[in-house]
């Protein structure tokens, strides 16, 4: 996890639940290139069901297909848990949300892959909004 701080208060926390190195590696660095997020990356169902109720995050960007224990199943322990209920869910799949349904969940936020970069950015720019930088 990345922890620099701000001297304009605490930094947002995004946690990213996602298998492909490649797409996550892309999620730190648009993140660090477009704003000031502290982001957490966790590659594993099972791992971010015992880490994220602990872990402070703001945002929870989560994919449906994960190793250990799938997105739909973690999504569901999320919104039932005392900790995690609050915390907005950006759900990223290649999935249609007819098929997340049926599945038994209905994300808030649906980022339909491929999506584009300034969609990801907005939507965690709204979920998270950043300090001001002091002038």
Request: aromatic fraction near 6%; glycine fraction near 8%.
């Amino acid at each position: 996890m990345e922890t620099a701080s701000s001297s304009s208060g605490k930094r947002k926390l995004i946690a990213i639940v996602e298998d492909d190195v490649r797409l996550t590696e892309f999620f730190r660095d648009l993140l660090k290139l477009k704003g000031r997020w502290d982001v957490r990356i966790i590659n594993d169902g099972q791992v971010a069901r015992q880490q994220l109720p602990d872990c402070g995050a703001d945002v929870i960007v989560l994919d449906v297909g994960l190793p250990g224990l799938d997105g739909v199943s973690l999504y569901k322990m999320l919104r039932g848990h005392l900790q995690t209920r609050h915390i907005p869910i950006v759900v990223v799949t290649g999935s249609h949300k007819w098929e997340l349904e049926r599945m038994g969940i209905q994300p808030d936020i649906l980022l339909h892959k491929p999506f584009h970069l300034q969609e990801f950015i907005d939507v965690i720019t709204a979920l998270s909004p950043q300090e001001p930088t002091p002038e």
